[in-house]
C-alpha cells in the first residue's frame, strides 16, 4: 500500500504546482490584518489582496499562490459553536488559494484545478462534481463560459456539473465593489459518509444537509464592479480568487474520515491523551474535549506568534477565551493544570518549518499560555459555582435563557468569558443573551474610558482619482506605475501641477484660502505609514508666477496617486504651471531622529525584556515617539532607565546605517524583525544599524538618519499599559530631548534658589520639609480634637427637656465626622434616655449626626427620619439607622436654624 502523503507535503504540492505555472509564492500575512481596522481577523486568503482587487495597490506580480493563516471566531463567519461538535469546523485553519491579478482567467483556473486534483493528486474523476453560476432571479448571465470548460476536461462527467444560484455561486466582497460568479469543486466521499442515513426523506447531494460531499475549493472570477443593488459592470481587468480548506483536502487524501484524524490534529490530540492518561477506546468516547483543546491549541499558538496575547478586550479577548475554553474542557478530561503550553510545543514542532514565527517566538507562546490558565484556575471555581447556581434558578423559574449583564459579570468578577457561559447553558439545554452581554462589555469598556475599536473603511472618492490618473497617464504626463515616489532622497527639478483637487472634484486653478490637494508627476514627501507621520512643506510657482501652497499632510487615495493636501496662501497655482516642492527639512530631520531612535529602543527592549518585547503599534512624530510592546507588566524603574541608556550608547556608538532592498523571504530568513499588522511587498527595504556588529536589524519603509549619533540625546518620558500585555514608551530626541532636559534643570535650579540648596541637598531637603508638614498636620488635628471635646464636655450637661426627655442640639465648631461619633458615644454613656443632634461646621460645609436611645426608637423616633428633617434646612439629605444616623448640607450658615427642627420632630413622632 502506496504512503499517505502528510500535510505539509501536500501543502508544498499545491504550492508547487501554481508556481510551475508562473505564480509567485507569497507568505501568508498575518492573522492581525494590516491596514483593514474593518476586521477583527484574516479570515480568508482574501484579505491581504484586497486592496489589489479595490484597485488600491499594485503588486509586483500578477499570479500568486500563497496558504493563508485565518480565523473565524466571531461576526458572521463564527463557527466556534460547532467547533470540536463535527468533524470539519475550525477556529484556525489553513486556506490555499491561487490567484490571478488581471492575468488569467475562467479557462486556465478550471483546468489547473481539474489537473492538480485528478493527475497531481490522482483523485478518482468519477467523484468529482462542480457548480456553476445560474441567477434564479434571471438578471445576471449564467456563467456558460465555465460550465462550457468544465465540459471540456478529460474524463469529467458531465452529469456532475450542477448550476447553483446566488447563495452558493455568486460572491461579493460587500454590498458595492469587485464580484462574480464561481465554480466550487465537490468531492462524494461515498454513501458510507452520509451522516443522515435513515432519515425519512433524505436525499444525499452536493450542497445537501449531509456529510457525503464536501466542498473542497471554490474558484472565484472576479468580474463585475456592483455599484448598486441593481447595477453590474464589467470590470475591465478580471480576477480569479480561489480558496481550498487545507485541513478537509488533506482528510480526503490521507482518507480518513474526519479532519481530526489527519496527521494535522493527530500528534496533537495524542499529546492531550499522554496527558490523560486514557486509552484509545476512552479517547473516542470523549472525543469534543480533545478536539477543542487540539483546535484551540493551534489558534493561540498562532494568535500570540502575530503578537496577539490574551486580554480583556477586542482580538486579545479572543485569545484568553479560546485558552480558557480549552481549559475548561480540559477539566472534562480531569486535567486541572496548566496544558495547554505541552499542546503547543507540538504545534510548533509540526507547523514551525512552514510558518517559521511559530519556532521564532515559542518561549512567548509558551509562556502566555501557562501564565493565562494560571490566572484562570485563581477564579473558574467559584464562577462556575456562581453560574450554576444562577442556571439552577433560572430552571426553577422556568426560564431558557441568561441574563446578559449577569453573564458579563461573570466574565469581569470571575474570569468566565460569555463563550464558556454559553457552552455550559447549553450543555443544561439553557441559553445566554449575548447581545445584553455584548452591550453590557461596551458599557463597561466606555466606562473605562477605552475609545472605539473599528473605524470606517473610507476612501469612497477612489473613482475620481483613477479617472484622473488613466487620462493623465494616457497623455504621458504622468509614469505608467503612477506618481514616482522617493522620499528617501532629495527629488531635482520642477514638475507640472498635473491636478488640483478642490472639494473632491478637479479644478483648473485655485484662490488664496482654498485647500487643494495637488496632484505632482513625482513627489519626495514621505507619506504616512509604519507610523511616520506624513511630510509638510510647501508647492511654490518655479516658473516666476509668484504662488505659494502650505503643504499639510500626504494621502494615498488610490493605486500610484500621491497627493499633496494644502491651502494656497499667495497667488493663483493653475494646472500646468511649473512647481516645485519643498520639504519642511527641519521637521523632517527631527522625524528621521524619532524614527531611527524607535529601532534603537525595539532593539533595547528585547535585550532588556526579552524577545517577547515585540513591537504592536507606534507614531514617529517630529516632536515625540510613541512605542508600544508586548509585555505582560509594568516595566521596572531599573529596566526603564537601562533601556533609555542602551539606546544612548547605541547613539554615542555613532553606528552607521546600512538601507538595502531585498526579498522579504531573504530578509526574513536573515533574522529581520517584521513586524505584525504592517503589510510587504515581495521586495522589502531592510534596516540594519552597526557595523561588524548589528545592533538593529528591520523591515521598514520609513525615512532614517545616517548616522545614529545624528539624534542626539533619547529620553524617556513615559512607561505605561495600553491593554491587557502591551504596554507603551514614549520619548523625545534631539532638539526636543535638549528642551525637556534644560526646562527640568531650569526647575531644580529656582527650587534650589528657593531653598537654599545644592542639587545634591535638594531630595533630602525636601524630604525633611515634607516630613515635618505632615507631623505638624497631625498635630494641629490632635489639637482640634481636644479643643472639640473641650467644648463638648462643657456643653454635654446643657441638655433640654422636650416632652420630658432630654435634648441636646450643639453646633460644635471644625469637627469632623470622627469628632462627632465620638461625642455621640459620651452623650450615650451620660443619657440612657435621650435624643442628641450634633451639627458641625467644617471647612464651610455642615455635616450633622443624629441620636436617638432604643426605648425612643419604640415610642416613634428615628434617627435616620430627624436628621433627614434637620439637613433640608441646610440643603442636604441624609439617613441611617434608627438610633443613628448621619447627614451632609451646603449653607453651614443655616445651621442655627435648623436645629429648630428638633423640637419639631420630636413633638409631631414622639408617641
Ligand atoms: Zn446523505
Ligand atoms: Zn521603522
Not at 465648631?813 to 461625642?823: G, Q
Amino acid at each position: 500500500m502506496q504512503a499517505k502523503p502528510t500535510g505539509a507535503a501536500i501543502r508544498q504540492d499545491f504550492i508547487d504546482f501554481f508556481v510551475e505555472h508562473g505564480h509567485t509564492f507569497v507568505p501568508s500575512s498575518s492573522l492581525v490584518p494590516g491596514g483593514d481596522s474593518t476586521l477583527l481577523f484574516t479570515n480568508a486568503g482574501m484579505v491581504q489582496f484586497k486592496d489589489v482587487f479595490l484597485g488600491t495597490d499594485v503588486r509586483p506580480y500578477t499570479r500568486a499562490v500563497d496558504s493563508q493563516k485565518c480565523l473565524r471566531v466571531s461576526g458572521k463567519h463564527n463557527d466556534l459553536d460547532q467547533v470540536g461538535r463535527d468533524n470539519t469546523h475550525h477556529t484556525f485553519f489553513e486556506m490555499l488559494g491561487n490567484w490571478s491579478f488581471g492575468d488569467y482567467y475562467k479557462k486556465e483556473a478550471i483546468t489547473w484545478a481539474w489537473q492538480l486534483l485528478t493527475e497531481v493528486w490522482k483523485l478518482p474523476k468519477d467523484r468529482i462534481w462542480a457548480t456553476y453560476f445560474k441567477d434564479e432571479l434571471d438578471q445576471i448571465p449564467e456563467d456558460l463560459e465555465a460550465a462550457d470548460i468544465w465540459l471540456t476536461q478529460p474524463g469529467f462527467d458531465p452529469n456532475h456539473l450542477l448550476p447553483f444560484g446566488r447563495k452558493d455561486n455568486f460572491w461579493e466582497m460587500a454590498d458595492t465593489g469587485p464580484c462574480g460568479p464561481d465554480t466550487e469543486i465537490h468531492y462524494d466521499r461515498g454513501p458510507e459518509f452520509c451522516n443522515m442515513q435513515g432519515v425519512p426523506g433524505h436525499i444525499c447531494g452536493v450542497n445537501g444537509d449531509c456529510e457525503r460531499f464536501l466542498e473542497i475549493w471554490n474558484n472565484v472570477f472576479i468580474q463585475y464592479n456592483r455599484l448598486s443593488p441593481t447595477e453590474l459592470v464589467p470590470l475591465e481587468k478580471k480576477h480569479v480568487d480561489t480558496g481550498m480548506g487545507f485541513e478537509r483536502i488533506v482528510s480526503i487524501l490521507q482518507d480518513v474520515p474526519s479532519n481530526y484524524k489527519t496527521d494535522l490534529f493527530m500528534p496533537l490530540i495524542r499529546r492531550v491523551q499522554g496527558l490523560t492518561g486514557q486509552s484509545d477506546a476512552e479517547r473516542e468516547a470523549n472525543l469534543t474535549p480533545y478536539r477543542v483543546i487540539a483546535d484551540h491549541a493551534r489558534a493561540t499558538a498562532f494568535l500570540i506568534a502575530d503578537g496577539v496575547v490574551p486580554g480583556n478586550i477586542g482580538r486579545n479577548y479572543v485569545c484568553r477565551m479560546l485558552v480558557r475554553r480549552a481549559a475548561r474542557f480540559g477539566m472534562k478530561l480531569d486535567l486541572h493544570k496548566p496544558f495547554m503550553a505541552e499542546v503547543a510545543q507540538v504545534v510548533i514542532d509540526e507547523y514551525g518549518d512552514f510558518y517559521p514565527e511559530l519556532k521564532k517566538n515559542a518561549p512567548a507562546i509558551l509562556d502566555n499560555l501557562t501564565r493565562e490558565e494560571k490566572q484562570f484556575q485563581k477564579t473558574v471555581n467559584t464562577g462556575l459555582e456562581y453560574l450554576n447556581e444562577l442556571l439552577a434558578d433560572l430552571k426553577k423559574s422556568e426560564q431558557g435563557v441568561l441574563d446578559g449583564a449577569l453573564a458579563f459579570d461573570l466574565y469581569a468578577t470571575h474570569g468566565l468569558p460569555l463563550e464558556i457561559t454559553r457552552d455550559i447553558a447549553q450543555e443544561q439545554g439553557l441559553d445566554v443573551d449575548t447581545q445584553g452581554f455584548q452591550e453590557a462589555m461596551e458599557a463597561h469598556r466606555l466606562a473605562s474610558g477605552a475609545g472605539k475599536e473599528f473605524g470606517d473603511m473610507g476612501g469612497g472618492d477612489v473613482e475620481i482619482y483613477a479617472q484622473l490618473v488613466e487620462s493623465l497617464t494616457a497623455s504621458g504626463k504622468l509614469d505608467a506605475k503612477g506618481v514616482l515616489y522617493n522620499p528617501y532622497k532629495s527629488v531635482e527639478g520642477p514638475g507640472e501641477v498635473l491636478a488640483l483637487i478642490r472639494e473632491g472634484q478637479p479644478v483648473t486653478a485655485a484662490a488664496v484660502g482654498d485647500p487643494v490637494e495637488v496632484l505632482l508627476p513625482r513627489t519626495d514627501f514621505y507619506v504616512e505609514s509604519g507610523g511616520q507621520v506624513s511630510d509638510t512643506g510647501q508647492i511654490v510657482s518655479a516658473n516666476g508666477k509668484e504662488w505659494t501652497i502650505r503643504v499639510n499632510g500626504m494621502r494615498k487615495p488610490a493605486a500610484g496617486v500621491i497627493v499633496h493636501l494644502g491651502e494656497v496662501v499667495r497667488g493663483q497655482p493653475q494646472v500646468g504651471d511649473l512647481a516645485k516642492a519643498q520639504v519642511d527639512t527641519e521637521r523632517r530631520k527631527a522625524i528621521m531622529r524619532n524614527h531611527t531612535a524607535t529601532h534603537l529602543l525595539h532593539a533595547a527592549l528585547h535585550e532588556v525584556l526579552g524577545d517577547h518585547a515585540r513591537q504592536a503599534g507606534s507614531l514617529v512624530a517630529p516632536d515625540r515617539l510613541r512605542f508600544d510592546f508586548n509585555h505582560p507588566q509594568p516595566m521596572t524603574r531599573e529596566e526603564i532607565l537601562d533601556v533609555e541608556a542602551r539606546v544612548n550608547q547605541a547613539i554615542l556608538a555613532n553606528y552607521p546605517l546600512h538601507i538595502v532592498e531585498k526579498s522579504l523571504q531573504e530578509a526574513i530568513d536573515e533574522g529581520a524583525m517584521a513586524l505584525f499588522g504592517e503589510k510587504y511587498g515581495a521586495e522589502v527595504r531592510t534596516i540594519t544599524i552597526g557595523d561588524e556588529e548589528v545592533y538593529s536589524y528591520e523591515l521598514c519603509g520609513g525615512t532614517h538618519v545616517d548616522e545614529t549619533g545624528d539624534i542626539g540625546l533619547f529620553l524617556i518620558t513615559y512607561e505605561g499599559s495600553i491593554a491587557a500585555g502591551v504596554r507603551r514608551i514614549e520619548a523625545v530626541t534631539g532638539w526636543q530631548a535638549y528642551e525637556l532636559a534644560r526646562e527640568r534643570m531650569n526647575i531644580l535650579d529656582q527650587t534650589n534658589h528657593f531653598l537654599g540648596t545644592s542639587p545634591a541637598e535638594t531630595l533630602p531637603r525636601v524630604k525633611s520639609l515634607t516630613e515635618s508638614l505632615s507631623a505638624a498636620d497631625k498635630e494641629i488635628e490632635k489639637l482640634r480634637t481636644q479643643l472639640v471635646a473641650g467644648a463638648f464636655d462643657e456643653q454635654l450637661d446643657s441638655t433640654e427637656e422636650i416632652e420630658g426627655v432630654p435634648v441636646l442640639r450643639i453646633v460644635l465648631p471644625n469637627a469632623d465626622m470622627e469628632a462627632l461619633r465620638e461625642m455621640a458615644d459620651k452623650f450615650r454613656q451620660k443619657y440612657p434616655s435621650g435624643v442628641a443632634l450634633l451639627a458641625s461646621d467644617l471647612d464651610g460645609k455642615p455635616i450633622l449626626l443624629a441620636v436617638v436611645t432604643d426605648d425612643l426608637v419604640k415610642r416613634g423616633l428615628h434617627a435616620g427620619n430627624l436628621v433627614k428633617q434637620v439637613a433640608q434646612v441646610v440643603g442636604g439629605g441624609g439617613g441611617g439607622r434608627p438610633t443613628l444616623a448621619q447627614a451632609g448640607g451646603k449653607d453651614a450658615s443655616k445651621l442655627a436654624v435648623a436645629l429648630d427642627q428638633v423640637p419639631v420632630y420630636i413633638k409631631t413622632n414622639l408617641k
